[in-house]
Each structure stands twice: as structure tokens, then as C-alpha cells.
């Protein structure tokens, strides 16, 4: 596989964005199109497990190395999981969800292999934009078309932040490629492009202090929808952040504080304001904030330990999360609406429990494995005090995420949500997503050696 076939994983879901835009006049409908996307995402998966690793597309602009190949197979992966549960449980019309969805993991796929500063902001934006419009996708529900507007305007303005720091970037190396970014001679102003550029990977990665309109956002929008926005473009968004930390940290030592310092920042103020809400989405979105801080933690260590941890914990962290917020969408967004849930669907329980288990970072589960490799890397890099902080704030984490399967297991169930009907492609998607935490936990190793080292 050579040249633009390299791209067949993106042109597959492009097919998908097609269909769903004319799914109106094509068999099936909308549910028609969330299926044929998600069959499509599927073998963009497997097309992209099966691409050769060292090759580079457009003079160098994309690298297809493993750690975008790792990526956009986590990528493509995801979205068929969303794409199976919206055709099981989508009401009315979801084919512009669908396209979005597409075009958001398509700008994603791509962002996984950039490698120079334009096109990152190109695929960038690409994987960001649509995510805002399926925020307030349902133009019925206020509070989804308040979030969207929060989470937009705050996205701009910390863009265009961000493209001014690039812009000294390009002044002071006098290129935009990764391999020929430097500040070494700059002195303050290095810095201060460094920083401006990292405020706005920061704001898409909902990290500390540059989270603040996520909470509001998350719980605007529809569950369905925030399961995706939420886990599936920071996968991307992990592996651009160690390419460009890979890029600068030789030239910019300061990196590694700034780093450790949004890192510690997100996991405390993350995990603590988890602890007092009721909402499930804006519990979620202040443990997003949470697991980008240790993400960030293992980036601080700027060793390719901890790039390769990052990125592993991006995916490790997606998959639960990915089912739990599609089981909110089939319960309810409150903590109090799973009451019951052990006694009208016992299977959905026991996966709640699985991916609940993962999250706080208990074995066998993806998470535990994930948190280990990343809390490794910060330990060999000499950041012994700032893994204890971790460890004590994932502590933390624990008794908001209990909350929940106390309700689902030990709460009354009087007056709870009756069964819902059966949605074969949604449970299947569900199921999935409990299983890739149990087999992939235990698969660690070998996914860490197919990724392959990463340079920094």
C-alpha cells in the first residue's frame, strides 16, 4: 500500500458522509445511512491495522507512522461503535449527526498524521467544527443551542490564540514543519509562542484552566451525541499534541513545566467537581477534564515512554467512556435514573460495572493498564510527587463513579424507567465496547509494541 492508498481509510468514510446526506433517496433512510457508516467505519478500521508504517503522504505533510496508524484505527473504531448504536436507537432525523460524526472522525484521522503547523490547524478544525454543531444538534432543546454557542466561541477565540502562536513559530524557524520547528535563539518571544500555541490544544483537549464552558455544553446536548464529542476526536487530538511536543521540547525545556502544570491543574480541579454533580454529562465532562490531565501528565515527562503512554491512554480512556455516556442516553442524564437498572436489564448493569471499573483504573480493565503505563513513564522521568497526586485524585475519582453503580445495583427500583425495547445494534454496540475494555486490558503489551516507539 503506497501513495494516496494510504488515504482508502478516509476515502471510506468520506462514502459515508456521501450517503448520509442523501439518505432520503437511498434505501433505508436515516437509520439506513447510520448503518452503512458504521460498516464503513469498520473496514476503514481494518484497512488502516493493515497500512504499512514509515511512509509519508504529500512531501512529507502526513506521516503514516505507528502512532498514527494506532490512532486512526481507535479513530475509525469508535465511530463504527457510535454509528451501530445510533442505527439501533436514533429518533427522527440523524442523518446530518451522522454526517457530522463522519466528517469529525475523518478530520480526526487525518490530524493523526500531520506534520507540519497547517495542516494540523487544517485537520484541526476539521475534526472540531462539526463536533460544536452536533452539541446543538436538536435546534428544539435551548440549553443544546446555548452549549454549542459556549463551546464555539470559546474554541475560536483560543484558535485564534493558538494561530498567532503558530505565526511566531513559522517567524522565528522560518518553516512549518515539525522537524524544522525551533525557539532556541528566540529567547522570550520562543516562549511566548509556545504558550500562545498551547492554549489552544489545550482548550480542544478541555484541559484545565481552558474547560470552563464544557461542563455547560455537555449538558445541553443530547447524551448520544456527547458520547461521541467527548471521546473520539481526543484520541486525534493525543496524538497531536505529542507531535508537537516532540517538535519543540528540544528547543523549549519550559515545555515540560507547562505541561505538568495544566496536567495538575486538570486533575484536581477536575476530579473534586466531579464529586458534586448529579448530571452524568457533567460529571463526565469534569472527568474528561481529569483524564487529560494525567494524558498530560505522561506528556510532561517528554520521553518517548510517555508519548507512547498518552496516546494509549487516550484510547484506553474512550472506549468506557464511549459506552457509559451511550447507556445515559439510554437511561436518562441524572444518576438517580439508573435506579434499577440490575433489575430491568442485569446484562446493561454488569457493563456499566465493567466500564465504571475501567475508568477509575481497576485491573483487569484497559484503564488500569492505561493509567500504569502512564504513571511509569512520569516515575522514570523523576515526577514521584506529582504520580502520588494522581493516584490520590483517581482515589477521588472513585466516589463519584460509584455513584453511579450504587444506583444501578442497590437502589430502589420503584418508580424507575421501564425496560426499554429491544435494539439489537445498540446493545451490540454497548456490548462491544465492554469487551474491548476486558480483551484489550489484557492485550496491553502487544498493542503498545504494534504502536512502536515514539520519538521525542
Known sequence: MTGLALLIPELLLLVGVAWALFAERLPGGDRGAATVGAALAAVAALVAALSPVGASLFDGLLAMDGAARFARVGVAALLAVWLLWTA?????????????????????????????????????????????????????RPQGLEGALKYFLLSML?????????????????STRFDQLTVASAGSLGLLAVLMTYIGMFAKLSAAPF????????????????????????????????????ALAPSAPVLGSLLLAAAVASMVLGNFAALTQTDVRRMMAYSGVAHTGYLLLALATLTPQGSSAAVFYAFAYAIPSLGLMLLVAEQGPLVEDFAGLAQNRIAAAWGLLIMIVSLIGIPPAIGFFGKLSLFSAALDAGLAIWVGVAVLTSVVSAAYYLRIVRAAFLASGEGARAPLRPAPLASAAVAACVVAVVALGVATGPLLKWMGPLGL
Not at 436507537?89 to 457530522?100: L, M, P, Q, S, T
Not at 483560543?158 to 522560518?174: A, C, D, E, K
Open 88 to 140: 439501533g436507537r436514533g429518533e427522527g432525523r440523524i442523518r446530518e449527526a451522522v454526517a457530522f460524526a463522519t466528517l469529525s472522525a475523518l478530520g480526526g484521522m487525518l490530524m493523526c498524521g500531520a506534520n507540519e503547523l497547517i495542516t494540523l490547524v487544517l485537520t484541526l478544525e476539521l475534526a472540531t467544527m462539526p463536533a460544536y454543531v452536533l452539541i446543538g444538534y436538536r435546534k428544539n
Open 158 to 174: 483560543t484558535s485564534l490564540v493558538m494561530l498567532y502562536g503558530m505565526s511566531f513559530l513559522y517567524g522565528i524557524s522560518g
Open 211 to 246: 474547560h470552563y464552558w464544557t461542563p455547560d455544553a455537555y449538558e445541553g446536548a443530547e447524551a448520544w451525541t456527547v458520547a461521541f464529542v467527548s471521546t473520539v476526536p481526543k484520541i486525534a487530538g493525543a496524538v497531536a499534541m505529542v507531535r508537537l511536543t516532540a
